[in-house]
């Protein structure tokens, strides 16, 4: 049974930090692209940042760009969201996800697996 559980989340006030972890069990993590995505209040799920099995690529939405960054620890079998500089706008349930196609992808239907989310506040 496949299972992600993110932590992390919380209150911030804008400008701060906080680190968001995915701890994966269940299959071959190094084997999984892995994504970050969030879904604020009445708005679709939208993509963040994605990283592929041996970190060779890393992508991030715009949104996020240059504030964010996404790693991975195979042996822990965890991926991270370093989030900094955080916006109100950036308040939202943040999930991770797991996929198999071994490239970039912020395609949700291309994700096997997803967390079940964890809640990042920022106020202002």
């Known amino acids: 049974q496949v299972q992600l559980v993110e932590s992390g989340g919380g209150l911030v006030q804008a400008g701060g930090s906080l680190r968001l972890s995915c701890a994966a069990s269940g299959r071959t993590f190094s084997d999984d692209t892995m994504g970050w995505f969030r879904q604020a209040p009445g708005k679709e799920r939208e993509y963040v940042a994605a990283i592929t099995r041996t970190s060779s690529s890393i992508y991030y939405a715009d949104s996020v760009k240059g504030r964010f960054t996404v790693s991975r620890d195979n042996a822990k079998n965890t991926v991270y969201l370093q989030m900094n500089s955080l916006k109100p706008e950036d308040t939202a349930v943040y999930y991770c996800?797991?996929?198999?196609?071994?490239?970039?992808?912020?395609?949700?239907?291309?994700?096997?697996?997803w967390g079940q989310g964890t809640q990042v506040t920022v106020s202002s």
């Open positions: 996800a797991a996929s198999r196609v071994p490239f970039i992808t912020k395609r949700t239907v291309q994700y096997d697996y």
